[in-house]
């Protein structure tokens, strides 16, 4: 199975099946209970076994599902680019590694970059099952003032920036403009994780960074602050220990999540970006675009715009606009 994705889906449900499953689902509840990422610590939250193996069962692909989504926006706007060398900063089990190999295919030196060594050593497990990850090094480090990042062409950052003070924030962004030729921000779609995501986008542009996703240009975010946030959503199927947790039949959810994907590389941003959940309607469909001239506009696309309307009940939220011009 060379899939990275179907690999990882399979390797995580190995990794359950070696549980009890009131074990596993118990270190769900207790992950669900503590893990809420929205405060910084002084010390990992994913202390043992565990808390690292409930967060690989139940958090690992939904990240992985976001990161890659992000992902493959941004490759779209680069399109001749295939990165080097991969550092995953904060990268716990390593979602964003696997994200990476499915995007990009081939292999590249990667670093995971963590303070929580149990998710580390369950990181370089679960990668053992990916050849292109095998050789991946596993490094405990404390993100802060201190942090050092060798020069590198990709780094990712998922899911952290929300655990960090303000200072380590702006010390891991600016670590990272200045060591790679591409940075790649995911959080959480709530209207914190979308702050701080806007928060790393102005710091990456006054670095010199241009904005190659979502966005369509890399002037100031067309969102009036507090109005609204901009997210995304990616489909996750629902593993059997997610719906022995989360009571309920649904076969999938919609993880939301921001991102940023910025870089120092030339980039062909969308013209537009559908930002919302298309509305089909009888002979039309209405679009929520984020558009180049640095506005937000509904667009209305009828039957009378043929092609283009075939288009647009095809396209989904997230998708660059119109298609064919990403
Ligand atoms: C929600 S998890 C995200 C893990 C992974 N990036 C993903 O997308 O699945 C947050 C990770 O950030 C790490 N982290 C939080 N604060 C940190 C710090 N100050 N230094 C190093 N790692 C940190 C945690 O240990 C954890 O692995």
């Known amino acids: 199975m060379n899939d990275p994705a179907d690999t990882l889906r399979a390797t995580l449900a190995d990794l359950v099946d070696g549980l009890p499953p009131r ?3 118990r270190a769900v509840e ?38 890659r989504s992000a ?33 990009w295919g081939g292999t590249r030196p990667v670093t995971v970059l963590d303070w929580a060594e149990p998710a580390l050593v369950l990181g370089q497990e679960i990668a053992a099952s990916l050849p292109a990850l095998r ?16 020069s590198v062409e990709l780094v990712t950052v998922s899911y952290v920036l929300n655990e960090l003070t303000g200072s380590d924030r702006a010390a ?26 806007v928060e790393a986008r102005d710091r990456l542009i006054a670095a010199g960074f241009r904005v190659a996703a979502p966005c369509p240009h890399s002037a100031a975010c067309p969102i009036e602050a507090g109005t609204d946030w901009c997210h995304f959503a990616a489909r996750v199927s629902r593993s059997s220990l997610h719906r022995q947790v989360k009571s309920g039949s ?22 537009s970006r559908v930002v919302r959940r298309p509305q089909i309607r009888k002979g039309q469909v209405l679009l929520d675009l984020c558009a180049s001239d640095e506005r937000l506009r509904r667009s209305t ?19 660059p606009w119109p298609p064919g011009e990403d």
């Open 23 to 25: 074990q596993a689902a």
């Open 30 to 67: 207790r992950l669900i209970a503590n893990y809420r990422g929205d405060t910084p610590t002084d010390a990992p939250i994913l202390r043992d076994r565990a808390d690292v193996v409930a967060y690989a069962a139940y958090r690992m692909p939904a990240t992985f599902a976001a990161v």
């Open 71 to 103: 992902l493959t926006a941004f490759a779209e706007a680069v399109p001749d680019w295939v990165p080097g060398s991969h550092l995953d900063v904060g990268g716990g089990t390593g979602a964003a590694t696997w994200a990476v190999s499915d995007t």
């Open 135 to 150: 050789e991946a090094r596993w490094r405990r480090s404390r993100i802060g003032a201190a942090l050092d990042i060798e």
């Open 172 to 197: 891991l962004v600016d670590a990272a403009a200045g060591a790679a030729r591409a940075v790649v921000i995911v959080e959480a779609g709530t209207p914190a994780g979308y702050a701080r995501v």
């Open 250 to 271: 649904l076969a999938y959810e919609d993880e939301k999540f921001s991102y940023v994907a910025a870089t120092r590389l030339p980039v062909e941003p969308a013209a």
């Open 301 to 319: 696309v009828t039957k009378r715009h043929g092609d283009l309307y075939k288009a647009a009940r095809d396209a989904a939220w997230g998708d």
